[in-house]
């Protein structure tokens, strides 16, 4: 074996070495750039616009009766006034709390790992705590403004003080 021989072995073990270092790095950067970004959002079915009824078919042209020009023209609405919030009472013992868990809550049927999922609550929504399970891991819940209540894991929640 001669001195280029072995020249051109060496050189092309540390170009091999270089490629596959340079492909690896490429490889976990696409990897882990992938894992710390946080995931979509999930969307609970409630959470879905719901589909407008279909509009009921239009009388035709010949059916439809020109304004009379002696007809006022119509006014626009007034501003619709923003609502005030209402209060609602609580059960006893009940307390109001906000979802701290940042992909929010999975409403279940019973406190349990297993049990059926009937609805989610989201991130930072209020709502009403009726009571904790006996051994603490579970709490029941009811949503304000609707009668849906479930149970979702405690420790996941903010209790909010009303003063």
Do not use: C, H
């Not at 995931?39 to 589909?51: G, H």
């Not at 701290?100 to 790992?113: E, F, K, V």
Request: no cysteine; net charge negative; glycine share 10%.
């Amino acid at each position: 074996m001669n001195l280029t021989g072995l020249a051109q072995f060496f050189l092309g073990i540390f170009s091999g070495l270089i490629l596959f270092g340079i492909s690896g790095f490429i490889a976990g950067y696409y990897v882990l750039s992938g894992m710390t970004s946080t995931p979509a959002r999930p969307i609970f079915p409630e959470e879905r616009p719901q589909p407008s009824p279909s509009p009921s078919p239009s009388p035709s042209p010949a059916a439809q009766t020109p304004p009379s020009p002696a007809a006022p023209a119509p006014q626009p609405s007034p501003e619709p006034q923003a609502a005030e919030p209402e209060t609602e009472t609580l059960e006893p013992g009940a307390y109001r709390a906000r979802v701290n868990w940042p992909d929010g809550l999975s409403l279940r049927a019973t406190g349990a790992d297993d049990a059926e999922r009937i609805g989610g609550v989201a991130y930072n929504q209020e709502m009403i705590v009726l009571r904790t399970s006996s051994d603490g891991r579970w709490q029941e819940v009811r949503l304000p403004g609707s009668n849906q209540r479930g149970w979702v894991k405690s420790g996941n929640a903010d209790r909010i003080n009303d003063d």
